[in-house]
Protein backbone atom coordinates (compact mmCIF):
# COMPACT_ATOMS: atom_id res chain seq x y z
CA UNK A 1 0.00 0.00 0.00
CA UNK A 2 1.28 3.07 -1.00
CA UNK A 3 0.11 6.68 0.32
CA UNK A 4 -0.82 9.10 -2.61
CA UNK A 5 0.16 12.51 -2.53
CA UNK A 6 -2.71 15.05 -2.78
CA UNK A 7 -3.02 17.01 -6.00
CA UNK A 8 -3.21 20.50 -4.50
CA UNK A 9 -3.98 23.41 -6.63
CA UNK A 10 -4.29 26.93 -6.01
CA UNK A 11 -3.86 26.18 -2.38
CA UNK A 12 -3.26 30.10 -1.10
CA UNK A 13 -6.75 30.83 -2.61
CA UNK A 14 -9.61 28.95 -0.41
CA UNK A 15 -12.00 31.65 -1.11
CA UNK A 16 -15.80 30.30 -1.27
CA UNK A 17 -18.68 32.73 -2.57
CA UNK A 18 -21.72 31.96 -3.75
CA UNK A 19 -20.73 32.28 -7.63
CA UNK A 20 -17.41 30.04 -7.21
CA UNK A 21 -17.87 26.77 -9.31
CA UNK A 22 -16.41 23.66 -9.93
CA UNK A 23 -15.90 23.09 -13.43
CA UNK A 24 -15.58 19.26 -15.03
CA UNK A 25 -15.52 18.64 -18.88
CA UNK A 26 -14.16 15.62 -20.82
CA UNK A 27 -10.64 16.06 -20.96
CA UNK A 28 -9.39 16.05 -24.63
CA UNK A 29 -5.53 17.00 -25.16
CA UNK A 30 -4.31 19.87 -26.81
CA UNK A 31 -8.16 21.35 -26.04
CA UNK A 32 -8.68 21.39 -22.52
CA UNK A 33 -7.78 24.11 -19.67
CA UNK A 34 -5.06 23.49 -17.12
CA UNK A 35 -6.67 21.20 -14.29
CA UNK A 36 -6.38 17.92 -12.81
CA UNK A 37 -7.24 15.50 -15.59
CA UNK A 38 -9.13 12.08 -13.94
CA UNK A 39 -10.09 8.92 -14.95
CA UNK A 40 -13.28 7.06 -13.78
CA UNK A 41 -11.99 2.83 -14.14
CA UNK A 42 -13.80 -0.13 -15.91
CA UNK A 43 -13.57 -2.97 -13.43
CA UNK A 44 -11.27 -5.49 -14.70
CA UNK A 45 -10.51 -9.33 -13.72
CA UNK A 46 -7.23 -10.46 -12.49
CA UNK A 47 -7.63 -14.47 -13.25
CA UNK A 48 -4.83 -16.44 -11.49
CA UNK A 49 -4.67 -20.55 -12.22
CA UNK A 50 -2.31 -22.33 -9.92
CA UNK A 51 -1.85 -25.74 -11.86
CA UNK A 52 0.21 -29.10 -10.85
CA UNK A 53 2.56 -30.28 -13.15
CA UNK A 54 3.77 -34.18 -12.99
CA UNK A 55 6.78 -35.09 -15.07
CA UNK A 56 7.51 -38.84 -15.41
CA UNK A 57 10.95 -39.84 -16.28
CA UNK A 58 11.74 -43.53 -17.25
CA UNK A 59 14.30 -45.06 -15.72
CA UNK A 60 17.88 -46.05 -17.60
CA UNK A 61 17.63 -49.62 -16.30
CA UNK A 62 13.58 -50.18 -16.85
CA UNK A 63 13.46 -52.97 -19.11
CA UNK A 64 15.20 -54.89 -15.82
CA UNK A 65 12.90 -54.05 -13.23
CA UNK A 66 10.91 -56.90 -13.01
CA UNK A 67 13.73 -59.63 -13.80
CA UNK A 68 15.92 -58.24 -10.66
CA UNK A 69 13.14 -56.07 -8.12
CA UNK A 70 9.87 -57.54 -9.70
CA UNK A 71 9.00 -54.25 -10.37
CA UNK A 72 5.87 -53.85 -12.27
CA UNK A 73 4.22 -51.43 -15.04
CA UNK A 74 7.35 -48.99 -14.44
CA UNK A 75 6.69 -46.14 -17.31
CA UNK A 76 8.95 -46.73 -20.25
CA UNK A 77 8.53 -43.47 -22.00
CA UNK A 78 8.48 -39.67 -20.70
CA UNK A 79 4.92 -38.68 -19.42
CA UNK A 80 4.01 -34.87 -18.72
CA UNK A 81 0.65 -34.20 -16.70
CA UNK A 82 -0.60 -31.25 -16.01
CA UNK A 83 -4.07 -30.30 -13.26
CA UNK A 84 -5.87 -27.35 -12.08
CA UNK A 85 -5.20 -26.95 -8.28
CA UNK A 86 -7.22 -23.73 -8.11
CA UNK A 87 -8.62 -20.52 -9.86
CA UNK A 88 -8.45 -17.21 -8.10
CA UNK A 89 -10.44 -14.00 -10.11
CA UNK A 90 -10.05 -10.59 -8.19
CA UNK A 91 -11.26 -7.26 -9.76
CA UNK A 92 -9.27 -3.85 -9.95
CA UNK A 93 -9.58 -0.82 -11.43
CA UNK A 94 -8.36 0.15 -14.85
CA UNK A 95 -8.66 3.76 -16.40
CA UNK A 96 -11.58 4.20 -18.84
CA UNK A 97 -10.23 5.93 -21.44
CA UNK A 98 -13.96 6.94 -22.57
CA UNK A 99 -14.53 8.78 -19.25
CA UNK A 100 -11.63 10.91 -18.77
CA UNK A 101 -12.28 14.41 -17.24
CA UNK A 102 -10.80 17.73 -16.33
CA UNK A 103 -11.16 19.58 -13.52
CA UNK A 104 -10.61 22.81 -14.18
CA UNK A 105 -8.62 25.19 -11.86
CA UNK A 106 -10.50 27.46 -10.06
CA UNK A 107 -9.10 29.75 -6.99
CA UNK A 108 -12.17 29.78 -4.97
CA UNK A 109 -13.23 26.13 -5.22
CA UNK A 110 -12.00 23.06 -3.00
CA UNK A 111 -12.27 20.13 -6.02
CA UNK A 112 -9.16 20.60 -7.48
CA UNK A 113 -7.65 19.07 -4.50
CA UNK A 114 -8.23 15.28 -5.07
CA UNK A 115 -6.47 12.04 -4.63
CA UNK A 116 -5.67 9.58 -7.79
CA UNK A 117 -3.61 6.03 -8.27
CA UNK A 118 -0.49 6.55 -10.39
CA UNK A 119 -2.61 5.69 -13.66
CA UNK A 120 -4.89 8.60 -12.60
CA UNK A 121 -8.27 7.37 -11.23
CA UNK A 122 -9.98 9.46 -9.03
CA UNK A 123 -10.43 8.20 -5.38
CA UNK A 124 -11.20 11.07 -3.45
CA UNK A 125 -11.54 14.72 -2.84
CA UNK A 126 -11.06 16.82 -0.13
CA UNK A 127 -9.80 13.69 2.03
CA UNK A 128 -6.65 11.16 1.67
CA UNK A 129 -6.60 7.97 -0.03
CA UNK A 130 -4.90 4.89 -0.28
CA UNK A 131 -4.57 3.60 -3.64
CA UNK A 132 -5.17 -0.37 -2.88
CA UNK A 133 -2.98 -2.87 -5.15
CA UNK A 134 -3.41 -6.43 -5.93
CA UNK A 135 -2.38 -8.96 -2.85
CA UNK A 136 0.98 -11.08 -4.54
CA UNK A 137 0.54 -13.92 -6.39
CA UNK A 138 1.20 -17.25 -5.28
CA UNK A 139 4.35 -18.53 -5.62
CA UNK A 140 5.79 -21.28 -7.82
CA UNK A 141 7.12 -24.41 -6.17
CA UNK A 142 9.70 -25.88 -8.60
CA UNK A 143 9.99 -29.97 -7.62
CA UNK A 144 13.03 -30.70 -5.99
CA UNK A 145 16.00 -31.48 -7.55
CA UNK A 146 16.31 -35.64 -8.44
CA UNK A 147 18.82 -37.91 -7.43
CA UNK A 148 21.70 -38.29 -9.05
CA UNK A 149 22.46 -42.43 -9.00
CA UNK A 150 25.76 -42.19 -10.02
CA UNK A 151 26.97 -40.71 -6.52
CA UNK A 152 25.91 -43.75 -5.17
CA UNK A 153 27.41 -46.79 -7.38
CA UNK A 154 30.60 -48.14 -6.74
CA UNK A 155 33.63 -48.43 -8.87
CA UNK A 156 32.25 -51.80 -10.05
CA UNK A 157 28.79 -50.41 -11.11
CA UNK A 158 30.61 -47.18 -12.94
CA UNK A 159 33.12 -49.47 -15.15
CA UNK A 160 29.84 -52.13 -15.55
CA UNK A 161 31.00 -53.14 -19.60
CA UNK A 162 27.70 -53.56 -20.09
CA UNK A 163 23.83 -52.27 -19.18
CA UNK A 164 23.00 -55.52 -18.34
CA UNK A 165 25.41 -55.80 -16.02
CA UNK A 166 25.06 -52.42 -14.82
CA UNK A 167 21.51 -53.68 -13.48
CA UNK A 168 22.46 -56.75 -12.17
CA UNK A 169 25.16 -55.02 -10.30
CA UNK A 170 23.18 -52.52 -9.04
CA UNK A 171 20.33 -54.38 -8.03
CA UNK A 172 22.84 -56.87 -5.76
CA UNK A 173 23.68 -52.83 -4.04
CA UNK A 174 19.85 -52.50 -3.51
CA UNK A 175 19.71 -55.93 -1.84
CA UNK A 176 22.50 -55.13 0.84
CA UNK A 177 21.17 -52.21 1.64
CA UNK A 178 17.75 -53.37 2.52
CA UNK A 179 19.81 -55.59 4.37
CA UNK A 180 22.06 -53.55 6.59
CA UNK A 181 19.57 -51.44 7.17
CA UNK A 182 17.14 -54.13 8.37
CA UNK A 183 19.82 -55.13 9.98
CA UNK A 184 20.76 -51.50 11.87
CA UNK A 185 16.82 -51.39 13.14
CA UNK A 186 16.89 -54.96 14.50
CA UNK A 187 20.10 -54.14 16.30
CA UNK A 188 21.81 -56.84 15.04
CA UNK A 189 24.45 -54.89 13.12
CA UNK A 190 27.96 -55.00 14.25
CA UNK A 191 28.53 -51.04 13.82
CA UNK A 192 24.89 -50.33 15.35
CA UNK A 193 25.33 -46.58 17.19
CA UNK A 194 24.25 -46.77 20.39
CA UNK A 195 23.25 -42.95 20.05
CA UNK A 196 19.68 -42.06 18.43
CA UNK A 197 20.40 -39.51 16.12
CA UNK A 198 23.48 -41.15 14.95
CA UNK A 199 21.30 -44.39 14.55
CA UNK A 200 18.51 -41.86 12.47
CA UNK A 201 21.39 -40.26 10.41
CA UNK A 202 22.75 -43.66 9.11
CA UNK A 203 19.39 -45.47 8.38
CA UNK A 204 18.68 -41.92 6.49
CA UNK A 205 21.83 -42.42 4.24
CA UNK A 206 21.11 -45.97 3.31
CA UNK A 207 17.37 -44.99 2.21
CA UNK A 208 18.92 -42.29 0.18
CA UNK A 209 21.29 -44.31 -1.08
CA UNK A 210 18.64 -47.27 -1.66
CA UNK A 211 16.29 -44.90 -4.19
CA UNK A 212 18.57 -43.15 -5.89
CA UNK A 213 19.64 -46.81 -7.10
CA UNK A 214 16.10 -48.24 -7.22
CA UNK A 215 15.14 -44.94 -9.75
CA UNK A 216 17.46 -46.72 -11.87
CA UNK A 217 14.47 -49.19 -12.63
CA UNK A 218 11.11 -47.55 -11.29
CA UNK A 219 12.00 -44.00 -12.99
CA UNK A 220 11.29 -40.82 -11.36
CA UNK A 221 7.84 -38.39 -10.90
CA UNK A 222 9.11 -34.50 -10.17
CA UNK A 223 6.07 -32.95 -9.06
CA UNK A 224 6.20 -28.50 -9.32
CA UNK A 225 3.28 -26.05 -9.11
CA UNK A 226 3.40 -23.04 -11.43
CA UNK A 227 0.98 -20.13 -11.31
CA UNK A 228 -0.38 -18.58 -14.32
CA UNK A 229 -2.13 -14.83 -14.19
CA UNK A 230 -3.53 -12.64 -16.84
CA UNK A 231 -6.28 -9.98 -16.91
CA UNK A 232 -9.62 -10.31 -18.47
CA UNK A 233 -11.51 -7.16 -19.60
CA UNK A 234 -15.33 -7.54 -19.41
CA UNK A 235 -17.11 -5.98 -22.09
CA UNK A 236 -20.27 -7.52 -22.40
CA UNK A 237 -22.24 -9.51 -20.04
CA UNK A 238 -22.30 -12.85 -20.90
CA UNK A 239 -23.44 -16.43 -20.01
CA UNK A 240 -20.59 -18.86 -21.27
CA UNK A 241 -17.60 -17.31 -22.72
CA UNK A 242 -14.21 -18.96 -23.33
CA UNK A 243 -11.75 -17.41 -20.64
CA UNK A 244 -9.18 -19.94 -21.50
CA UNK A 245 -8.33 -23.41 -22.50
CA UNK A 246 -6.22 -25.99 -20.18
CA UNK A 247 -3.99 -28.91 -22.10
CA UNK A 248 -3.02 -31.97 -19.31
CA UNK A 249 0.40 -31.84 -21.61
CA UNK A 250 0.61 -28.14 -21.38
CA UNK A 251 -0.74 -26.50 -18.61
CA UNK A 252 -2.78 -22.90 -19.39
CA UNK A 253 -2.90 -22.31 -22.80
CA UNK A 254 -4.99 -19.30 -25.38
CA UNK A 255 -8.70 -19.52 -25.18
CA UNK A 256 -8.14 -19.52 -29.20
CA UNK A 257 -5.85 -22.99 -28.70
CA UNK A 258 -7.87 -26.01 -29.23
CA UNK A 259 -5.42 -28.34 -27.57
CA UNK A 260 -6.78 -27.15 -24.42
CA UNK A 261 -10.10 -27.67 -22.85
CA UNK A 262 -12.19 -24.63 -22.30
CA UNK A 263 -12.85 -22.85 -18.80
CA UNK A 264 -15.51 -20.69 -19.61
CA UNK A 265 -16.14 -17.55 -17.53
CA UNK A 266 -20.21 -15.83 -16.76
CA UNK A 267 -20.91 -12.78 -16.09
CA UNK A 268 -24.15 -12.28 -15.08
CA UNK A 269 -26.39 -8.85 -13.57
CA UNK A 270 -27.64 -9.36 -10.34
CA UNK A 271 -30.40 -6.56 -11.00
CA UNK A 272 -31.15 -3.69 -8.13
CA UNK A 273 -29.49 -1.05 -10.53
CA UNK A 274 -31.02 2.35 -10.31
CA UNK A 275 -32.75 2.87 -13.99
CA UNK A 276 -30.49 4.43 -16.28
CA UNK A 277 -30.94 7.65 -18.07
CA UNK A 278 -32.09 7.65 -21.59
CA UNK A 279 -29.26 7.28 -24.06
CA UNK A 280 -28.84 7.43 -27.84
CA UNK A 281 -28.67 4.10 -29.31
CA UNK A 282 -25.68 4.23 -31.13
CA UNK A 283 -23.05 2.31 -28.82
CA UNK A 284 -19.99 3.94 -29.53
CA UNK A 285 -21.92 7.14 -28.68
CA UNK A 286 -24.28 6.75 -26.03
CA UNK A 287 -21.69 7.57 -23.17
CA UNK A 288 -20.47 11.04 -24.54
CA UNK A 289 -23.26 11.91 -25.62
CA UNK A 290 -24.98 10.91 -22.07
CA UNK A 291 -21.81 13.16 -20.33
CA UNK A 292 -22.21 16.20 -22.76
CA UNK A 293 -25.72 16.04 -21.91
CA UNK A 294 -24.77 16.44 -18.12
CA UNK A 295 -22.18 19.27 -19.06
CA UNK A 296 -25.28 21.08 -20.37
CA UNK A 297 -27.40 20.93 -17.48
CA UNK A 298 -25.15 20.54 -14.47
CA UNK A 299 -21.23 21.16 -13.59
CA UNK A 300 -19.71 18.66 -10.84
CA UNK A 301 -17.62 15.73 -10.85
CA UNK A 302 -18.49 12.72 -12.13
CA UNK A 303 -18.72 8.93 -10.89
CA UNK A 304 -19.86 5.45 -11.73
CA UNK A 305 -23.23 4.33 -10.94
CA UNK A 306 -21.64 0.64 -10.50
CA UNK A 307 -23.86 -2.67 -11.79
CA UNK A 308 -24.07 -5.74 -9.31
CA UNK A 309 -22.28 -8.76 -11.15
CA UNK A 310 -22.15 -12.67 -10.51
CA UNK A 311 -18.76 -13.79 -11.80
CA UNK A 312 -18.57 -17.67 -12.09
CA UNK A 313 -15.69 -19.69 -13.84
CA UNK A 314 -16.07 -23.22 -14.62
CA UNK A 315 -15.67 -26.32 -16.77
CA UNK A 316 -17.31 -29.21 -18.25
CA UNK A 317 -16.53 -31.41 -14.46
CA UNK A 318 -16.56 -28.30 -12.06
CA UNK A 319 -16.98 -24.87 -11.35
CA UNK A 320 -13.82 -23.28 -9.78
CA UNK A 321 -15.09 -19.73 -8.75
CA UNK A 322 -18.06 -17.93 -7.47
CA UNK A 323 -17.83 -14.21 -6.36
CA UNK A 324 -20.06 -10.81 -6.63
CA UNK A 325 -18.42 -7.73 -7.60
CA UNK A 326 -19.34 -4.41 -8.96
CA UNK A 327 -18.55 -3.24 -12.09
CA UNK A 328 -18.15 0.65 -13.38
CA UNK A 329 -18.62 -0.41 -16.96
CA UNK A 330 -21.92 -2.19 -16.59
CA UNK A 331 -23.59 0.84 -14.78
CA UNK A 332 -23.69 4.45 -16.26
CA UNK A 333 -22.61 8.03 -15.17
CA UNK A 334 -23.49 10.26 -12.44
CA UNK A 335 -22.44 13.81 -11.51
CA UNK A 336 -22.17 15.43 -8.03
CA UNK A 337 -23.32 18.60 -8.40
CA UNK A 338 -20.43 21.70 -8.12
CA UNK A 339 -22.60 23.10 -4.93
CA UNK A 340 -20.90 20.49 -2.41
CA UNK A 341 -17.78 21.62 -3.60
CA UNK A 342 -18.38 25.26 -3.68
CA UNK A 343 -20.28 26.19 -0.70
CA UNK A 344 -19.20 23.59 1.39
CA UNK A 345 -15.50 23.54 1.72
CA UNK A 346 -15.37 20.08 4.37
CA UNK A 347 -17.34 18.13 1.72
CA UNK A 348 -15.30 15.31 1.90
CA UNK A 349 -15.99 12.27 -1.09
CA UNK A 350 -13.96 9.11 -1.53
CA UNK A 351 -14.89 6.27 -4.46
CA UNK A 352 -14.28 3.18 -4.83
CA UNK A 353 -10.88 2.30 -6.79
CA UNK A 354 -12.35 -0.77 -8.81
CA UNK A 355 -15.89 0.13 -9.75
CA UNK A 356 -15.26 4.26 -9.56
CA UNK A 357 -18.49 4.09 -7.46
CA UNK A 358 -19.87 6.70 -4.64
CA UNK A 359 -18.33 5.05 -1.21
CA UNK A 360 -18.52 7.68 1.09
CA UNK A 361 -19.50 11.40 1.08
CA UNK A 362 -19.61 13.89 4.62
CA UNK A 363 -20.01 17.25 4.89
Request: proline share 6%; hydrophobic share 40%; aromatic share 8%.
Given at each position: ??????????????????????????????????????????????????????????????????????????????????????????????????????????????????????????????????????????????????????????????????????????????????????????????????????????????????????????????????????????????EKEVLFRFSQLLGVVDK????????????????????????????????????????????????????????????????????????????????????????????????????????????
Amino acid sequence: MKRLAFLILSFSHFLFTATAQTEVSDFVPGISQEGVKYFLPQTALRVTVVAEKTVTTPGDLNKYAFRYLRLKDVPTEPQTHWAIQDIKVEPFGMPDPEKAFNVKVNSKTVAPLVSLTRDGILLAINTDAQEEELPALPQSVPAPAPLNAKQYMNQEMLSAGSTAKLAELCAQEIYDIRDSRNALVRGEADNTPKDGEQLRLMLTQLETQATALEQLFSGTTQVSTEVFSFTFLPTEETEKEVLFRFSQLLGVVDKDDLSGQPVYIQIKNLGGLPAKPEEPANEKKKVLAFLSKKHDTEKGVFYNVAAREAVSVFDINQTYVNLECSMGQFGYTEVLSHVLFDKRPTTRVTFYQENGGLKKLEQ
